[in-house]
């Protein structure tokens, strides 16, 4: 097939996995198209059948704002018929699914059929769709499209409830690469932790892009409990607006030596297997992605009882969960793990069996291909165009 996908190409979930699964489309034969204002993030370049197709939008004295959404829509309908593409892709209902729909319907006046798949990964339906100014064209954009999926059964209820559409939704839940975000040996992994922390030190991990809904500044106010108890270290992975206010604890707690801002990162596979413990302290997540490939390293996460986590972690099993912004909870959670290798061991074991047995890429990937068949099935492709 040839697949034509669209989503945010910056430091977030939604893109990291649109990112992933083109990477494994293209590994297991098909064509992949991305089409978006920038080149994802985690895309080299050098990835074999992913072509990168850049939305350019003009600046006129005319707009206050430049309509990405309508260059959008124009890049979509050139690429996919000079490409024949046989389906449209894309990830977060607003602008994409939109835009999607507007490259459809110019498409057909050329006498081709593009199917347009939806897939629903959280602040789309959760903020920004549920802004009442943007329900009525977030409503249109998923009962537009020919297919329709959604991160979690969480996400999914929440979207019927409070969307109301009769559209149906497949779960198909984020995934990770088991090969890719794996445990380091026992050798490599101590080597490598010298880095940040000295022998017998713990280290735990946040992994975000430190937008509010995450609660970074939780993570270091949970680290600073554990800190009081234990030598350990803290990584803080990404960047964003949180980013000021959890230096400005870090120093309050006078820990600039133990919490180590490491910005973004692209190969954060080689970092999460250094850790003992992630901490994702959210206001709320739709899935979870950065629990998912700290238990792939078998790094077991202390989260948040919200969204679609409980899906991902059984708490005392593979991870904790604690109310939102209960961080003397979570602090305890840690220490409790921390303080009893037998423990923190089997919870290592599980979080890894767990995103091997139920959300390895290997897994996810045929669901992803079997719905698009389905959908172009129902709907046909580009494949049936007059010319």
């Not at 309508?70 to 602008?95: E, G, Q, T």
């Not at 019927?160 to 839940?173: M, S, T």
């Not at 990770?176 to 080597?191: H, K, S």
């Amino acid at each position: 097939m040839k697949i034509g996908i669209t989503c945010y190409p910056t430091y977030g979930g939604s893109g990291v996995v649109a990112t992933e699964l083109g990477i494994e489309l293209a590994a297991s034969g098909h064509e992949v198209h991305f089409i978006t204002y920038s080149q994802p993030f985690r895309l080299t370049g050098r990835e074999e059948g992913i072509f990168y197709h850049e939305v350019p939008v003009s600046n006129y004295p005319l707009f206050d704002f430049p309509p990405y959404s309508l260059a959008l829509a124009s890049r979509m309908c050139d690429v996919a018929d000079y490409y024949k593409l046989d389906l449209l892709h894309v990830h977060y209902a607003i602008p994409h699914a939109i835009s999607a729909y507007l490259a459809q319907q110019m498409l057909i006046k050329r006498g081709i059929h593009i199917p347009v798949m939806t897939t629903l990964h959280g602040t789309d339906i959760t903020l920004v769709g549920a802004d009442q100014s943007y329900l009525p064209i977030t409503r249109f954009g998923i009962e537009e499209s020919d297919g329709v999926t959604s991160i979690s059964a969480y996400l999914k209820e929440r979207t019927l409830k409070e969307f109301r559409v009769r559209k149906e939704i497949e779960v198909i839940p984020n995934f990770v690469n088991c090969d890719i975000y794996q445990p380091l040996g026992t050798e490599a992994r101590a080597a490598s932790r010298k880095r940040f922390a000295k022998e017998g030190e713990s280290i735990l991990v946040h992994l975000s892009n430190f937008r509010p809904v995450k609660r970074a500044p939780d993570a270091v106010l949970i680290f600073a409990e554990v800190a009081r108890k234990m030598p350990a270290h803290l990584l803080l992975i990404g960047d964003g607006p949180d980013r000021s206010v959890a230096e400005w604890l870090a120093k309050r707690h006078n820990l600039q030596d133990r919490v180590h801002f490491l910005g973004k990162q692209n190969s954060v596979s080689e970092l999460l297997p250094l850790a003992d413990l992630m901490l994702m302290p959210s206001e709320l997540e739709s899935f979870g992605l950065a629990s998912l490939e700290a238990m792939a390293c078998r790094v077991p996460a202390i989260a948040t009882n919200v969204g679609g986590i409980p899906e991902l972690i059984d708490d005392g099993y593979n991870g904790r969960l604690c109310a939102v912004g209960d961080v003397d909870a979570m602090a305890a959670a840690a220490l409790e793990l921390l303080e009893s290798p037998a423990k923190l061991e089997a919870m290592a074991t599980a979080a890894r069996a767990t995103a091997q047995s139920k959300f390895c890429a290997q897994k996810i990937i045929p669901l992803y291909v079997k719905f698009y068949a389905d959908v172009i099935g129902r709907t046909g492709s580009a494949s049936n165009r007059a010319d």
